[in-house]
């Protein structure tokens, strides 16, 4: 059974920084991994992806601030969240696509979410 787990949200002032984590277990290998966000009322939206060879995209809105970056060793993926805006407040969700252990095709898995909630 494959498990996400995330961690490193919280309640910061605008400015300050934040940095999630999130620990997969049950894949047996990962091809991209990724951070997505859902604010109240409006639609889960990428914030930043990273692939096997380490390219990265970022969503506009974060570009410059966040940082994704992975460590396949330990099949983490981190979110480096600089200079927070109270717009950045979401949940937040770690997406991994891979294959689980015992299977043959790749599949997308997602973590439970991580509130950050930046104060103005």
């Known amino acids: 059974q494959v498990q996400l787990v995330e961690s490193g949200g919280g309640l910061v002032q605008a400015g300050g920084s934040l940095r999630l984590s999130c620990v997969a277990s049950g894949i047996r290998s990962i091809n991209a991994m990724g951070w997505y966000r859902q604010a109240p009322g409006k639609q889960r939206e990428l914030v930043a992806g990273?692939?096997?060879?380490?390219?990265?995209n970022y969503a506009n809105s974060v570009k410059g601030r966040f940082t994704i970056s992975r460590d396949n060793a330990k099949n983490t993926v981190y979110l480096q969240m600089n200079s927070l805006k109270p717009e950045d407040t979401a949940v937040y969700y770690c997406?991994?696509?891979?294959?689980?252990?015992?299977?043959?095709?790749?599949?997308?898995?997602w973590g439970q979410g991580t509130q950050v909630t930046v104060s103005s």
């Open positions: 997406n991994i696509r891979g294959v689980r252990v015992g299977a043959l095709f790749l599949s997308d898995y």
């Open positions: 990273i692939t096997n060879d380490g390219t990265t």
